[in-house]
Structures are given as structure tokens and as C-alpha cells.
């Protein structure tokens, strides 16, 4: 539907939508808090809560109500079944509360129901390895309590939930942590797993792979400056294709990006800056804005979208197109982002400062070829007989893409014939006088009713769903389904994923330009009127006439008109009218008698006589409306209309009477939250949708089991629910359906993909026998013990995908033998003890066995010849994993909290190497035994080790590291027995290098031979006293040393010259540090915890430095002249209780945030009026402080520990530090 959950006060494609941005699922709730009131209500919970709900995240915060009793609340059983993240807040009284302890065991067993459900522990004051062991006094004397009240069963369940919990990460909150980073770094990972991943459609990628990668590398991605990257050329050349291929695979370096189309078009409409503006803070801030005008969104993109490292591509501007009036200026935006414009105009990015220009060139001529026999033969290289013929047209087309594709179509199982026709007219009409001419033969050759519909999708529908327009022109007898059809047959249109219609901007082009010739001096004589000034001027002056068929008036949402009957007197032949934010006044009941499609959404009156006779599509969305509005009794007059759109009708408090209206396909009330009552829907025998979702209409009446068509209902709110079933119709393809009833499948003889959820354990009928075309089968929160009605049946055979969820009764799994087709299994939270003929799966290419906590094997593993993918984790009954030695094309092996297994059977040496890429092995505690993956690994680029006995044995035999050339991240976690790792040098492709906790290493060996190597990360490493030569590592851009209790010196940094970010945390017998001055690229320097640091030299030479953090740094008594430092926009010396003054803070014009909380010798600060900039200023705890100069000139926040600013503050504050 064109229509989308949101805001009602908010249109589908509003400045609040944004096309990077995934909708995310009508959950009830999307995070559930579990947390024990007394410890952390107050403090951490409260902000955690207000943080998550202000970013619009739907969260459940603890309802005492539902803690009443004995038992467990269903509401609240219900609340954490339908959450998609669990944060259990676990302090120390976590464990003396039964209710919490019941809401973590309902946690764990809810864990991962669904494909990407998390549980995120947050450690309060607590060590993760007493909520494993229970050992403490705090937590052993509450289950002592426990002990006497509840029975062992009940016990243990609690302690197992708590064991399991302690083993994930989380994070872990002590006294010296700053609550408010915590809450912001919870945040960004719950936002993060909430959105998912996002890649941009693009088209076919013939030919240019080359020109990807040339963008990529001026884009210079592991530089740190700003930059720019233009891409220019004729329309149809592929700068789309090239900027959508380049997002997709570089987005995810960047902490945020956007990407935004079709800007041309969108600045021609009155709103069109500010709905840019809203587009890129929607997307970059993660939620909706309403910006009114472009100085406050260039206040807003300025303050906080510029804070963050972004990637934001700008599709196909023009002359029209102002960066700094839509974005603001270059140089606000955080180092390292990056920006791509995509313009037919090479000048408009001559006006772009900084900006490295692309030309998009033409194709070659064999990628031509290619592109045009995809096309014209639906295969790379055409029939050798065509080949002339084919040089011919590949000449025409001149290398532009969009005219092959369109040529090459049309072209298709065409006789020879036409071929030669068409190619004399060409050579009549050559490539020079406009690529219009080679795309208008494709328009040519279209019936009447299709160019109809051609035109209709170029004016209004590009970017909507197909649904809607579908209905219109079937009563238009357009024959819809072979004209779209044939439409994206000769790739004139696209239909995307989403079912909406996607066109090419030369295309676009050509067909407004067909209508606007069809008068080109009255604009008011054309079929269709789209401009908004167009419009407004023929209705003004009531110059319309017949020929107008489609209208379009959209004034936004800050410049309403008037429009009266007079405007539209003329209008009898309008079968198509948008109006959007208008005041529509007098009487129209002789108006617009031949409209098919009326859509009136957001108007503050709408007149009572509107004419509704022919009407199929009546959208009222957002709109003023009453339950006295004389329109629904026109309504009743209205026998054709099939779609009724009454969303966000608030002014609704009752459902309107449409039983009259028997053709209605579908009803939309969702978010009338004043609708309450019954809905009749008997009468409407054809209904196939029906919405209530956020309305109060508690009952349905009617006999809904006659509605035979009826495919979604989304009525959370009902409480009467009619009696009948609705049968399902016969052709259905795809169905999901949660039901307390298990449905009546057996005459769904066409059905290829089933979701069922919480469906009761009565099986009708082997109804598996009767599903033969069944491709995709998921099954959720099934109650019933077996899927089968007994041992003789069979899941249907030509399944490819089966995933089974959270069915907790499930006593056994389907004999799987007979699934010769199944290609993709997936078991999450099953407590079944055997995978029955898992061996025979021949096709399977993924397995993933996810908190089978009853599975004690896999037997028949071995003879997956064809896995790709295996994924075992919190499987904790299983021992052994067999044999994978003929697992040949196993690229992905991830064993994960397995906390028996202590034996992988893997393959020889004698095999010649293994084709794993990815190898990750944590968190399970008794395996020993890991021989079968004693081999070369030479196709590896990433292993992940961590937590496990024999991970030293692992590390040294692994027939050296020397043979490991592909590696490109390394991550080493709690090899405590680990005493070297001498060939780590060897590994020349290593990009990402990170240990932690292996505190048997006392020394690390020379790195100097890994110059790829970027990202350096060492913490925990208790032992080392001191590190090695890091000189030769000339691409490192990140280095992080945190808790070498036993370092006391770092040395020779000077030559790190593409260094970025240092950090040195916790190390508290370092006195100084080497000379910094010559780090010229660095931004970030963070120094934390160093209580015996005494002098940092050079600093005042690091002339890019952004952020300066040396918080607790207790020894340091002096600081150099800071006033160098003309691009610090952050400085925290919170802690450093020896400084005395801070000098050239006054002239540090750039500077936003200046933390110096406990800076307790500080006596005065200079004068601070000139740092107009600044938004924070954090004097907490100076005690000796007895005056700032300047500061009243200053509109900055002063914070105190109560400041109701404080939270939105830490955000602002870990921002920098997590840099």
C-alpha cells in the first residue's frame, strides 16, 4: 500500500521519511528493562529509559502492577515474548528479587525466537564472573533465602539463567565509569541491532567494476580529511548505479551515512530544501525531524549531524542545488566524512569547494555488447548470425547504458524485419540530436492504454506502490497487469522489492515531456498537471478543461490554500486528484462526477457534498473529519469504492457506516485513536486488508468466515472476535499468520512460503501431504510436542528453507530424510536432543543451531558435503562436534558458548588447506580438544579466538601464522596461558590486530613488517612491561593501550605519521610519553586513568587535533600553550587535580566541550567570551575556582551533577571519546 505505519500527522513520503531508512516491525515493545527498582530506578535505569524513549524506541519500563502476586503477570510474560532486545540491569540486589530472577529466566528462554534478538547484560557494580558463579555474599545469601521459599527445580533455573547471562558481553559499570557514556554506547548498540543492514538496490553492474573502485580510491577512505568526490556525465550514463554500488560498499565504515535521491525533483517543490534537510537529519540522527525552515535545520545539521563521521551521497542535482544552504558549511563536518554529488552538470560542482570531480564515461564497446545482448537475447553474447546487426545498434547507443537497455528490450524476439526498420530510422534520427529519440521508440511501440499508463508513473507514481493505481486503471480498462508488464519488459519502468515503481530520470524526462507537448503554451490543455504553480493557476483562474485527467496540488504543510468549487468546475474528465495541506470550501456535489481516485489527505475542511459516485479509492488521511460528516452518506452512493484510507482521521469516534459499500477490498483506520466500538464487516464479501492498529474498535461484526479473499487483519485492540475463520483463498503463494488455532492449510495446494506463530498443537490432517510446492516453512512458539501427526509423515519435500523457533513443547524434530531440496536450516531455542537425518541433507549450504540447550549431537554433519555456513552457539548439552574433514566448501565455522563441548573433529593436513575464511571459537570453557583444526589455514581473513583451554595449543600449531597470508583481523580474548607469539609479524595482510586479557604474554615480538596494519588494540595484557618497535607500522591509524599495569614507559610514536586516534587508558606507571609533535594527522589523543603521568611534550604542535581527553591523570601539573590548537573542539582534563591553569583555552575558537570536573587546583580561568562555540562547560567539583571571566557572553550549558541537561550532555561527551 502507498500508505505507511507513522506518525499520522506525517505523509508517506514527507520530509520525515528517508529512503535509508528500513521501517522497523510493530512490535508492542522493542526493548524490555528488567531491573531490580531499590538499586537503580532512580539513576541509571531512569536515564537509560528517557535516553531509549526520546530516540522513539519503544521500550518496557517496569510495571509494579505486574510484579503482584505469586505468579508472573501475563502481560509481562507477554511483554518480554514480544520484545526484540532484553537489557537486564543486573546489580547487586538483582538476585534477592524472585521477580527478576523469573524475567531472566523468561529472557533466556525467549532469547533469539527470532532471527536478530539480542540480550544485552549491564554488569552494575557487579563482576561478571559473580553473576556466572553466584559466589559473593550479595548473590550467595539471596539464594539462600530463595532456598527455603522455592524448590530446587525453581533454583536452579535462576542460577543457569544468571550462568548464562554472565558469559555474554555486556557492559560493566564501575564507580569510575560515567554512567552517561554507558547509557549512549547502550544506546548506539540497541539502535544498530533495531535498523539492521541496509543496501540500495542497483542495477545491473556491467562494466563498472573499474569505475567503483576509481571512485573508492579518490574517496581515499583511510584519510582523515574532508572530502568530496563529483560525479558528472550525460543522463543515462550510470553516475546512479556508480554512487549506489560505491554506498553499498562503504556505508558501513562510517557512523552514520544517507543516501539521497532524486534532488533535481525535489527543489522543485516550495518545501524542497527543508525536505532535503529533514531527509539527512531523520537519517543521520536516527529520528524523525519536522524542521520548519532552513536556518533551523541548518542550526540542527550543524550541532549535532556534523558531530558524527557521515557518508552522504547527493543524487542528480542541478543548477538549483546550494550545499551550504541545505547542509551547511564543508568544514563543520566531522574529519573523515565523505560526500558524493552526482550532477549532469559539470559546473554546478565547480562551485563545490574541494571537490575532486568523476567523469562518467561512456561504455566500452565489448561492455556494450554485453549489455545490449543481456537485453535484445537475454544472454552475454548474441546468436553469431545477429552479430552485424548488433554492431549496428551498439554504434547508435554510443556506449550510454540506459539506451541499451531500452533499445536491446524493445529489440527482444522482434523480427529481423523490425530489427532493420528501426535501425534505418535511427540512422534518420541519429544519437546526436538527443537520446529522446532512441527511448521514444520504445514509447512508440506501446498500445494506447499503456503509454496511458507510462505517463501516469513518469508525472505521479515514480517511488509509490503499485497497489493503489492498479485500481484505477483497471475502471479505466487499462488492463493493468500485462501493461505494467510489458512496461518493465522493455525496462521502461522497475518494480522493486517493495512493489513500487522505479524510473529512470532520462525517462521520467521523456515522458513529462510527452505531456507538456501536448501543449506547450496552456498547461491547462495537458492530460496531466503536475507542478504545483501550474496547477494553482488554473484553478485560480478557472482555466481548467476536459482534457485534464490526472491533478496533482501539494502545498506542504506551511503554506495552506484556499480552493473553492469554482477552480474545478471545469474539471469533468479528472479521474486522478491529489490534494495535500488545502482548505477546500462550497459545493462540489456537480464537481469532478468522473474521478476514480480521490485523495484529500491533511485538509482542514473537506466539503460534505463531495462527489463519491464513481470514486474507488477515497483517501481521507490526516485529514479534519467528523462523525457528522455528510460525506458518508455520499458514500453509501459510491458502489465502485474498493479502498477507504481514513488514517489519522483523529477527529473519528466512531467507525463510519460503509455496509453499503459492498466491493470494499480494503480499510484502513489505524492511528483514529478516538475510534472505538464495532466494525460491521459482513457485507463486504471481497474485503482482502483490514486495519485497526491504534484505534479502540474492540469488535468485529459480520460473518467473517464468508470473507473468502481476506489475506491481513492487524486489529491488536480487538477483544470480540466473531466465531468463523476466515478460510484462506486457494491461490494463496505466501501466508503469515499468528493464531491461537492451528489453520486449515489442506486446500492451499499453491502455497510456497508459511510463517505460523503460537499456534495451538492440534494438528488437522496431515496437512504437510497437501502442501507439495512448499519452498520456505517457519514456525514459531509452536505448543504442540510434534509438527507431524504421526511417525509415518513428512515435512513436504520440496522445502529449501526450514526454521523452527521458540517451540518449547517440541519433543521431537520431523524426521528430516526426505528434504533432498533443503538448502538452509535454522533451530533457535528448539529443546530437542537430535537433528533426525540431518546427514541425508545433501543441498544444505547453512546450519545454524542457536540455544539448543538439550542437542547432545550432530550426527551426520560429516556428510554436508555442500555447508558453506555453520553456526553452532549456546548449544549446552552438546559434547562433540563431528568429523568436518569432507566439508570442503565450509568457508564460515563460528562455535560460540558451547559449555560442554570440548572436542572439533576437523580436517587433516593431508586435505591441503581448508577453504574457511572465518573461524570464531568463544566462551566454551572445556574445549581441549580442537586437533581438527590443527591444518593450514591459507584462505582465512578473520579469526576470532576467545575463552577457551585450548587456544594456546590452537595459536602455536597452527602450522605457524607464517601460512596464514589472507589474514586480515586478528582477535585474541582470555588466552591467559599464552606466553608468545613469535610469527605474529608474518602476517602481512593484517589490517586489525586485537588482544585482550592474554596475561601470560610478557613481550610482545616486532610488528614492523605488517604495513597494512591499521587498527592496533592491546588490553588487559598484565605482564607486558614494555612494547615493541612500532615504527614500521606506517598505516596505522588507531592505536589503543589500555590496562598495562606493568608498562612504564611508551616510546617512539614520532613516525606513526598516519596515526589518528591514541588512546592510553589505565596505565599507572607510565611517567611520560615520547615527543608528539611530529603526529600530524592525529585528531583524537585520549588519556585516561595514568595517575603517574607527570608531562605530554609536543602537544601544542598537533595541529588537527579535535579531541583531547586526559581525565584522571592525577600527577600532571602543567600543560603547554593550547591556543595552537585552532581545530579542538573537545577538551577534558576532569581529574587532573595538580594543574594549576589551563593556557590558551581563551583562543580555542572551535572549541564546544570543556570538561574539567575535580580539577581541584584550578584556581581561575581566563577570560572565555570569545569561544562563541561553546555548548558545554563542566566545573563540577573545583573547589578552589572562585570566578570565570567572559561567561555571561557565553549561551553554554554550566553542569551540575542534578542538571536536568546531564544525559543529553554524556551523549554529547562519549560521542568524542568513542572517536
Known sequence: MEWNRSDPSSEPDSSSSDSTTRPRPALKYEVFLSFRGPDVRTTFADSLYHFLVHSKIRTFYDDEELR?????????????????????????????????????????????????????????????????????????????????????????????????????????????????????????????????????????????????????????????????????????????????????????????????EDIRETLLKNDGVVTLQNKIISSILRHDSRVGDTSEGIHIIRDKVCKYKVFIVLDDVDERFEFEKILGKLQDYFFGSRFIVTTRDKRVLEFLEGCTLFEAKLMSHNDSFKLFGKHAFRMDDPPEENADLCEEFVKIAAGLPLALKVIGSFLFRKEKRIWREKLEELKERPFSNGVHEILKISYNDLT???????????????????????????????????????????????????????????????????????????????????????????????????????????????DVRKLTEEGFRKLSGVRFLQVRHCNMTGDFSKMLPNTLWLQLRFCRSIPDDVNLKKVAILDLKGSYL?????????????????????????????????????????????????????????????????????????????????????????????????????????????????????????????????????????????????????????????????????????????????????????????????????????????????????????????????????????????????????????????????????????????????????????????????????????????????????QPLQALNTLNLEGFPSIETLLLRLSSFSNMKNLKKLTICDATQLTEMEELDRLESLEWLQMDGCTGIKKLPHLRNLRNLKQLIISGCTSILKLPNLCGLTSLTT????????????????????????????????????????????????????????????????????????????????????????HLRYLNISGCMQLTQVMGVERLGSLEVLAMSQCKSIIELPDLSALKNMTHLDIRECSQLIGIIGLHKLQCTILGVHDPAFISYWKTHEMYLNM
Open 1039 to 1126: 592505536l589503543e593501550i589500555k590496562g598495562f599495569t606493568q608498562l612504564s614507559e611508551v616510546t617512539r610514536l614520532e613516525r606513526l605519521e598516519s596515526l589518528v586516534r591514541l588512546k592510553l587508558i589505565d596505565c599507572g606507571l607510565v611517567v611520560r610519553l615520547p615527543d608528539l609533535s611530529e603526529l600530524k594527522n592525529l585528531k583524537v589523543l585520549i588519556i585516561r586513568g595514568c595517575t603517574q603521568l607527570m608531562e605530554i611534550t609536543g602537544l601544542e604542535s598537533l595541529e588537527s587535533l579535535q579531541v583531547l581527553a586526559m581525565s584522571s591523570c592525577e600527577s600532571i601539573y602543567e600543560l603547554p600553550d593550547l591556543s595552537h590548537l585552532e
Open 448 to 558: 494506447s492504454t499503456e503509454k496511458e499508463i507510462f505517463l501516469d508513473i513518469a508525472c505521479f507514481f515514480i517511488g509509490k506502490s503499485k497497489e493503489l493505481p492498479f485500481y484505477m486503471w483497471t475502471d479505466c480498462k487499462f488492463y493493468p497487469e500485462s501493461g505494467v508488464n510489458n512496461l518493465i519488459f522493455k525496462s521502461l519502468i522497475k518494480v522493486n522489492e517493495s512493489n513500487e515503481f522505479e524510473m529512470h530520470d532520462l525517462i521520467k524526462d521523456l515522458g513529462r515531456a510527452i505531456v507538456q507537448a501536448e501543449n506547450i503554451q496552456q498547461p491547462w490543455k495537458r492530460s496531466r498537471i503536475w507542478s504545483n504553480d501550474e496547477a494553482l493557476d488554473m484553478l485560480e483562474n478557472g482555466q481548467g478543461n476536459d482534457k485534464v485527467e490526472a491533478l496533482r496540488i501539494d502545498m506542504g504543510d506551511r
Open 626 to 934: 467528523r462523525d457528522d460528516w455528510r460525506g458518508w452518506q455520499r458514500a453509501k452512493e459510491g458502489k465502485k469504492l474498493k479502498v477507504v484510507n481514513l488514517e489519522g482521521c483523529s477527529g473519528l469516534v466512531k467507525a463510519p457506516d460503509l455496509s453499503s459499500c459492498r466491493g470494499l477490498e480494503v480499510i484502513n483506520v489505524e492511528g483514529c485513536y478516538y475510534m472505538g466500538g464495532e466494525l460491521h464487516i459482513g457485507n463486504f464479501k471481497n474485503l482482502k486488508r483490514l486495519s485497526l492498529l491504534g484505534s479502540k474498535i474492540s469488535a468485529l461484526k459480520g460473518d467473517i468466515g464468508m470473507l473468502q479473499d481476506l489475506t491481513e487483519i492487524d486489529a491488536p485492540n480487538l477483544k470480540e472476535f466473531p466465531a468463523a475463520v476466515p478460510a484462506f483463498p486457494t491461490s494463496l503463494k505466501q501466508l503469515t499468520i499468528s493464531t491461537p488455532r492451528f489453520p486449515n492449510l489442506l486446500e492451499l495446494k499453491d502455497l510456497e512460503e508459511l510463517c505460523l506463530e503460537r499456534c495451538a498443537p492440534e494438528i488437522p490432517g496431515d496437512i504437510w501431504l497437501h502442501l507439495t510446492k512448499l519452498k520456505i516453512l517457519t514456525v514459531s512458539f509452536f505448543r504442540g510436542k510434534s509438527l507431524l501427526i504421526d511417525s509415518s509423515s513428512h515435512l513436504p519435500s520440496s522445502l529449501n528453507s526450514l526454521a523452527l523457533s521458540c517451540c518449547f513443547e517440541l519433543e521431537t524434530l520431523p524426521n528430516l530424510v526426505n528434504l533432498s531440496n533443503l538448502t538452509q536450516l535454522r533451530l533457535e531455542l528448539v529443546l530437542v536432543d537430535e537433528i533426525r537425518g540431518l546427514g541425508e541433507l545433501g543441498m544444505l549450504e547453512t546450519l545454524q543451531v542457536s540455544s539448543a540447550q538439550n542437542l547432545k549431537s550432530l550426527d551426520g554433519l560429516q556428510n554436508l558435503v555442500l555447508l558453506q555456513q555453520l553456526t553452532v552457539e549456546h548449544c549446552g548439552a552438546l559434547e562433540k562436534l563431528p568429523c568436518i574433514a569432507n566439508l570442503t566448501k565450509l568457508n564460515t565455522l563460528v562455535i560460540r558458548s558451547c559449555r560442554i563441548l570440548f572436542e572439533i573433529q576437523g580436517p587433516d593436513a593431508s586435505m591441503g588447506g581448508s577453504s574457511l575464511t572465518r573461524l570464531e571459537i568463544s566462551r566454551c570453557p572445556k574445549l581441549a580438544n580442537v586437533e581438527g583444526l590443527i
Open 68 to 260: 503482584k502476586g505469586d505468579k508472573i503477570a501475563p502481560s509481562l510474560v507477554q511483554a518480554i515474548q514480544e520484545s526484540k532486545i532484553y537489557i537486564p540491569i543486573l546489580s547487586q540486589g538483582y538476585a534477592s528479587s524472585k521477580w527478576c530472577l523469573e524475567e531472566l529466566s523468561l529472557m533466556v528462554e525467549s532469547l533469539n525466537r527470532n532471527q536478530g534478538h539480542i540480550l544485552l547484560p549491564v554488569f552494575y557494580f557487579v563482576e561478571p564472573r559473580d553473576v556466572r558463579r553466584q559466589e559473593r555474599s550479595y548473590y550467595s545469601r539471596a539464594f539462600l533465602q530463595h532456598s527455603r521459599k522455592y524448590d530446587a527445580e525453581t533454583t536452579k533455573e535462576w542460577k543457569e539463567a544468571l550462568q548464562f547471562v554472565g558469559q555474554l558481553k555486556g557492559w560493566h559499570v564501575t564507580e569510575s565509569d560515567r554512567q552517561g557514556a554507558v547509557i549512549d554506547n547502550i544506546f548506539s548498540q540497541v539502535w544498530s541491532h533495531l535498523m539492521g543492514s541496509y543496501k540500495i538496490e542497483t542495477d545491473e553492474l556491467i562494466g563498472i567494476e573499474s569505475r567503483v573502485k576509481e571512485v573508492r580510491d579518490l574517496l581515499d577512505l583511510d584519510g582523515e580529511r574532508l572530502k568530496m568526490v563529483g560525479i558528472h556525465g550525460m543522463g543515462g550514463i550510470g553516475k546512479t548505479t556508480i554512487s549506489k554500488a560505491v554506498y553499498n560498499e562503504v556505508s558501513s565504515r562510517f557512523e552514520r551515512s544517507c543516501f539521497l
